[in-house]
């Protein structure tokens, strides 16, 4: 990162500075959100860290590359601070590095929001680019955003990559994140993928070891549920959600009951977003993740006092409605 870019963040860091008061009073997360969301930043100069520590102070700060790279499958977003001269490079270096990771998602902080500084990054599955000017504004709820509005995708590009999942399994769960409504049965789900129920279930008891206490059945059930989360985020009521899933209200509240902390209907749009990252996690549990995300060591700073309410609305498509007479019983 040159001299200008460091300029920026200097600049950028005396004001934050100055307004620190500001800050603390118009908290950056949800204290419930930050515990769910590591954040892991590269600023390649170790310099430009105490100017803009101040937008994120429990996040991890990393210089160094190979640090970063080492860190970054471990958090939940991965936000890379580019300066105006080193896109290229950076872009070819963060290439490889995501290819290699696809579930934590990716921000990248450049100098100008324009075509100049976001060309590099053309091939990358970049979730967001804040400007570095209004990083501290910005940045916050493009995080969160970058985690929730592609969370099923990400997913699905975890499972694809499971070295210990059957290659028909690997293939059957990822079809199902990215188009769960219709998928209600293992049967189902087998149909779909073209394969017998009988192997889908054994390919699953290979996954988590034999535990004959984590069911397929209800991986498919919390898969519907990150959906149902994501309607009720954007402020969906609890019969269009039945309507947009193709399920009736009492299989929904049922399913909510099993593996939710409470009932659907006790969820608002604004806490949709830290029930649908807890369920995440749980999901990434079961399918034998649990080191992923909420592992990156926190280097020196202060817990962070919180953060950014949830956002309203994502890049979310309408939810396609297929209809299944597989009459299998739910649990």
């Known amino acids: 990162m040159d001299g200008h870019a460091q300029g920026i963040m200097v600049r950028a860091g005396t004001q934050g500075a100055a307004n620190v008061g500001r800050f603390a009073a118009r908290p950056l997360l949800l204290p419930c959100l930050d515990s769910l969301i590591t954040r892991v930043f590269y600023c390649p100069q170790p310099a430009a860290v105490s100017s803009i520590r101040h937008v994120d102070p429990s996040a ?54 324009d075509a100049e500084h976001v060309l590099p990054f053309r091939r990358i599955a970049v979730d967001e680019f804040v400007p570095l000017a209004s990083m501290a504004t910005d940045l916050p709820e493009a995080v969160l955003r970058s985690l929730v509005a592609p969370l099923r995708e990400h997913l699905a590009l975890h499972v694809e990559r499971l070295e210990r999942c059957g290659p028909e399994l690997r293939f059957a ?98 806490d949709a977003a830290a029930e649908l990252l807890r369920l995440r996690r749980r999901i990434l549990e079961r399918l034998g993740s649990p080191g992923v995300g909420g592992r990156v060591p926190r280097v020196r700073g202060s817990p962070l006092t919180a953060a950014l309410s949830p956002v309203g609305s994502g890049r979310r498509g309408r939810p396609r409605v297929v209809e299944m007479t597989d009459s299998e019983p739910g649990f």
Do not use: Y
């Open 60 to 113: 991890a700060f990393l210089h160094d590359w190979r640090a970063f790279a080492a860190a970054f499958p471990g958090a939940d977003v991965g936000v890379v601070l580019c300066g105006p001269s080193s896109g290229d490079d950076l872009a070819a270096r963060l290439s490889e590095l995501t290819h290699k990771h696809r579930l934590p998602s990716v921000v990248v902080v450049v100098t100008h929001l």
């Open 173 to 270: 769960l990822a079809w199902v994140l990215r188009q769960p409504t219709g998928i209600r049965t293992i049967r189902g789900l087998a149909a779909a993928a073209g394969v017998t129920p009988r192997t889908l279930q054994n390919q699953w008891k290979v996954l988590v070891g034999g535990d004959e206490e984590v069911r397929l059945q209800d991986l498919l059930w919390m898969i519907r549920l990150l959906e149902a989360l994501q309607l009720r985020g954007t402020g969906v009521s609890l019969s269009r959600i039945c309507e947009a899933l193709g399920l009736d209200l009492r299989s929904l509240q049922r399913a909510c009951r099993r593996h939710l902390a409470s009932s659907l209907g006790r969820v608002s749009a604004a």
